[in-house]
């Protein structure tokens, strides 16, 4: 197999055979494991974090790479369906902003020179 061939063989699926759930890995020890180097690894890497198959965090500087579970998934739902849900009823809101238009409706001072101002004599 020629050099062309074999990095027309690595795919998102060859990244994915490679890595064992539960592990953390580099870009550099998953290009180990499929025989390529470090861009190409992260190119593959990259569309795996895209499609949702392999998390991607933090260990200090680096990037590290894990398999998606099943419980990393339910547990994703979980919190987004609860960031979802309505905290509470918003009571008073409109009454507030009505006192408020009331005040400051009240302070305002009629503008000089507009048609409806009682500043001005009339004819």
């Not at 895209?50 to 099943?70: C, H, I, M, N, P």
């Amino acid at each position: 197999m020629t050099k062309a061939e074999q990095k027309l063989a690595i795919t998102p699926a060859t990244v994915l055979a490679c890595m064992t759930p539960g592990t953390l890995y580099t870009s550099v020890q998953i290009a180990r494991l499929i025989g390529t180097g470090p861009p190409e690894a992260q190119r593959m890497l990259s569309a795996c974090v895209a499609t949702g198959t392999v998390k991607e965090s933090r260990d200090g500087r680096r990037a590290v790479y894990r398999l998606r579970t099943e419980e990393d998934i339910q547990g994703e739902r979980e919190r987004a369906e609860r960031n979802m849900l309505p905290k509470g009823v918003l009571r008073g809101y409109d009454a507030v902003n009505r006192r408020f238009q009331d005040l400051c409706m009240a302070s305002r001072r009629p503008v000089s020179g507009s048609p409806n101002s009682d500043d001005e004599p009339h004819d």
